[in-house]
């Protein structure tokens, strides 16, 4: 991921500083994320794929292992979680999200009976 940010900051014509400005978060910590040491957290990268106007894949994955798969969110996984499920067939790939999803769903309902 870090290859990826530094290459759109290149093609971009911006700075570290700046992509630190925009994003809301400190030059160090894009420093971080540009030298693999840290990743964004997702609501970060969705707001650096959407303020470079590329899709999330394009900022996690090597840029020449990116399917045309219609699904981000194996790739997603990977990223927040360290998973590689990329390997497994479509099928179980789809079961491992679907669990996945359940279980933030299930996170994010018990957080809101906890805190409402």
């Known amino acids: 991921m870090g290859a990826n940010i530094k290459r759109l900051l290149k093609q971009n014509r911006m700075t570290a500083a700046k ?17 693999g040491k ?6 970060k990268l969705e707001f650096i794929a959407d ?19 219609s699904s981000e969110e194996p790739v ?19 079961r491992v999200v679907d669990k996945a999803k359940a279980y933030v769903e299930g996170l994010i309902a018990d957080y809101e009976d906890h805190h409402a």
């Open 19 to 35: 992509l630190a400005e925009v994003v809301g978060v400190s030059t160090a910590t894009v420093s971080d994320w540009s030298n």
């Open 38 to 43: 840290t990743y964004p957290r997702i609501d």
């Open 51 to 69: 303020y470079f106007g590329v899709s999330k894949a394009e900022l996690v994955e090597d840029p020449q292992t990116i399917s045309n798969s």
């Open 76 to 94: 997603l996984m990977a990223a927040h979680w360290g998973l590689d499920i990329t390997g497994l067939p479509e099928v179980e790939r789809q």
